[in-house]
């Protein structure tokens, strides 16, 4: 799931700010960079976070 959500930050045209303990974590960084996620599977995904009250909302993003 880690990986999904740092796709989901690229896809949002963000730069992740991840903190790199473990040699694991790099290798998920390399897994996320390789998603491709399509506009409905960002939709799919925020609407999950709505349901379950997460803000996935910049602090520069207007509310609609």
Request: avoid cysteine; charged fraction near 20%; glycine fraction near 6%.
């Given at each position: 799931?880690p990986?999904v959500?740092?796709?989901?930050?690229?896809?949002?045209?963000?730069?992740?700010?991840?903190g790199?303990?473990k040699?694991?974590h790099?290798d998920?960084?390399?897994?996320a960079?390789?998603i491709?996620?399509t506009?409905?599977?960002?939709?799919?995904l925020?609407?999950?976070?709505?349901?379950?009250?997460?803000?996935?909302r910049?602090?520069?993003?207007?509310?609609?």
């Amino acid at each position: 799931a880690p990986d999904v959500a740092t796709a989901w930050a690229i896809a949002k045209s963000t730069t992740p700010i991840v903190g790199v303990t473990k040699p694991y974590h790099v290798d998920g960084l390399v897994r996320a960079s390789s998603i491709a996620l399509t506009s409905d599977d960002i939709a799919q995904l925020e609407a999950l976070a709505g349901a379950t009250n997460v803000n996935t909302r910049g602090w520069w993003e207007k509310e609609m």
